[in-house]
Every structure is written in C-alpha cells, then in structure tokens.
C-alpha cells in the first residue's frame, strides 16, 4: 500500500523561501511508470497543479509559478521536495504530494497534505 | 480561472441523481484520460474514476464517469448526505504538458 507524507515548517515569512519535503513508502520512486506530483489548495479554494518530478529528475511547472518552484527527487531516500522561493500570502495553503501514474495520468495515491501559512 | 470548467455547486435530495459537468478542450480531455476525485471536509482528495469511466476496488457503482469529445461527466445516484463533499475533475494538457483541474464543484444533499 503506497502512503505519502508531506512534512512543511507550517510558517513562512513573506519573500523567504518555503520548503515541504514528502517521503513515499511501499512505492519506489524510480519506477518509470509514475511522476511525482505537488498541488496545492488555498483556504476555501480549489485544487492548483504545481507540477511534478520524474524518476529521471525531468520535471514539469505551472507556468504561473515555473519562475519560483524548484521540484527535485531524492530515489534514494524515496523523497520529494518542494522549493517555492519569494512567497506572499497568495501561497498560504495546503500542500499534498500525489503519485501521478503516467498512461492515465491519474493521481491514484495523496498525501494528507500539509498546512502553510505565509506571514508577513 | 481553472482550464477546466465545472458548475460551482449541484444539489439534490437524498436517494436522488445528480450529474457534474467538466468542459475542457482538444489539448486536454479531447486527448487525454479524465479522472474524478472527491475531497470530503478537512480530508485530502482521492479518486473516484479513472480512465474516463472506470473504478477503483471499494468505490460503489453509484458512482459513474462518461466522456464525449472535450466534455465528461460524473454521475452520482441513490445519493447520501455522506456524498456531501467537493468533486473534481482533473487530467493533463498535451499542449501545455501541465496537470490541469476543473474549479471544483460542491455537492449538497438537501
């Protein structure tokens, strides 16, 4: 059974950097056959792909936030991280990982998510 | 603005059917697998229906997906209040190579 659990440092002050790391067990992250994906959700809204990671370190952004977000894959550890540099308040929200599954593209396995807050 | 459209909110009474829409377009449903995802209050989001129209093990068959061109549907009958929650449609967009959700749609049973 794949499980996924985002760790985050819960408050970021504005223009710092934030960082969530999510660790995968009873999965390998150098399988070919998924990406690694980071959404988000701020309070009351929906759901926002940030983008994901590769077993091959190949990624892909949102554009709205490709300048910021820097995504990496530590196979490992079996752990996946998440940099979003110059943050506002506008990036408060729950963070989730999701494993991606690359023919259907289907997030088949989340994380619990993890709540950041960006002060200022 | 999310890439894929859904109605805000849909409700119906208990034991009733409800249908929520998700309009996209060539580059994304047109070309790709939809998938729907549920996220209860408080709980992170899982998936009801992949490849379009299928199921996962432990999901009822109250629960159904379609797709048609640019456009899918979730159907959901013999609805209960524990159905209450925000449904989710979501797949990939081969132009832009992103992952891409509708805005969410909110499911009351009255």
């Known amino acids: 059974q794949v499980q996924l659990q985002e760790s985050g440092p819960g408050l970021v002050k504005a223009s710092e950097t934030l960082s969530v790391t999510c660790i995968v067990s009873g999965a390998s992250t150098r399988s070919s056959s998924y990406y690694w994906d980071w959404i988000r959700q701020s309070p009351g809204k929906g759901l926002e792909w940030i983008g994901n990671?590769?077993?091959?370190?190949?990624?892909h952004y949102n554009p709205s936030l490709r300048s910021r977000v820097t995504l990496s894959l530590d196979t490992s550890k079996n752990l996946i991280s998440l940099k979003l540099n110059s943050v506002t308040a506008t990036d408060t929200g729950v963070y989730y990982c999701?494993?991606?599954?690359?023919?259907?593209?289907?997030?088949?396995?989340w994380g619990q998510g993890t709540l950041v807050t960006v002060s200022s | 603005q999310s890439v894929l459209t859904q109605p805000p909110s849909v409700s119906a009474a208990p034991g009733q059917k409800v249908i929520i829409s998700c309009s996209g377009s060539d580059s994304n449903i047109g070309n790709n697998y939809v998938s729907w995802y549920q996220q209860l209050p408080g709980k992170a989001p899982r998936y009801l229906i992949f490849?379009?129209?299928r199921r996962p093990s432990g999901i009822p068959d109250r629960f159904s997906g379609s797709k048609s061109g640019t456009s899918a549907t979730l159907g959901i009958t013999g609805l209960q209040t524990g159905d209450e929650a925000d449904y989710y449609c979501?797949?990939?967009?081969?132009?832009?190579?992103?992952?891409?959700f509708g805005g969410g749609t909110k499911l009351t049973v009255l």
């Open positions: 990671v590769y077993y091959n370190g190949n990624t």
């Open positions: 979501g797949t990939w967009d081969s132009s832009l190579n992103v992952g891409v």
């Open positions: 490849d379009n129209n």
């Open positions: 999701a494993r991606h599954e690359v023919w259907l593209h289907l997030l088949d396995s």
